[in-house]
């Protein structure tokens, strides 16, 4: 009888340790892809309009005309 209290008293913790370790990988996971994504060269524009809120997002990728010649170089 004492076996059985223990071993589900054990099982019960396990199940919470492993549920919060499964939350806190989530959550990471979904931490670190937001922040590749907010730290990454955007490639598009974007324009937000509201009653109180203004919001425009451009390019942040730094390009060269076709045909530039750079002054080092002859």
Do not use: W
Request: hydrophobic share 40%; aromatic share 8%.
């Amino acid at each position: 009888m004492e076996e059985a209290v223990v071993s589900e008293d054990f099982m019960s913790q396990f199940g919470g340790s492993a549920t919060a370790n499964l939350v806190f990988v989530i959550a990471f996971l979904v931490y670190s892809s937001l922040k590749k994504l907010c730290t990454r060269n955007s490639k598009c524009k974007a324009k937000f309009h509201s009653c109180c809120l203004d919001v425009d997002i451009s390019d942040q990728t730094l390009r060269e005309p076709p045909g530039a010649v750079n002054l080092g170089e002859v």
